[in-house]
């Protein structure tokens, strides 16, 4: 059977405002029971991560059915160049590793800022996204053939926060939350009588602004932002 990929986005944020997020995707597999003449010579797990998306080898982990570590039984490696995370299983002449269930668990860092234009969609309305799919290669002994079969394709759409801060003699729209990437929102700030606006910052920035007041505008938000 094919694999089946998955991600659990139900964990907290690193660095909201600076747009990094946790993510564990989840590859699970079934390595289906085999007679002894017709064993696998090769059974492998591989899956392509973006450049924007850092991983460390030493969190990923494969589990069984019960949910233990089985690691140990799988050579596991990343290529931190081409972003390549593989799983391959070592004893496949051994029964016991037959008809279980696996689930290779990669947990990852998504820097939403580094975003690149393939992982966006065509219509702003959609806003940003990651799509991933992984591959499992396999070959029974006395096969020449290698065998591919493709994962389902998991979409992740990320959310941005634009957060608004104003001093005692001044307004400005609250903080926004939930913005879909490359869309656009603006900032209404405004003097309270009697007060004149003196600055207006954008991420720590000096930008063009009225001191009567007036209204900022971020277009095709990528990132995590404050005004």
Known sequence: PSPTKSVDRTTAYVDSYNGKEQLVYTITQLLPYQDTNFYYSQFTLSDTFRSCETIDINKIVMLDEQNRDVSANWNITLN?????VTASLKALTNKDVYSHTYRLQVPVIVDET???????????????????SATLTYKHSGETNVTTRNSNTVRTDFLYTIR????????ITDTKTNLKGLSNTSFTYSPLPGYFIQSLKVDGKDVSFSQTGG??????ITAYHEI
Not at 80 to 84: A, H, R
Not at 115 to 130: D, I, K, V, W
């Open 80 to 84: 931190t160049t081409t972003k390549v």
């Open 114 to 132: 580094k975003l690149g234009a393939t992982e966006f969609t065509p219509s702003t309305t959609e806003g940003t996204r990651l799509l991933n």
């Open 164 to 171: 608004s801060k104003h001093d005692a003699g001044s307004t």
């Open 215 to 220: 209204t900022y505008t971020f277009s095709n």
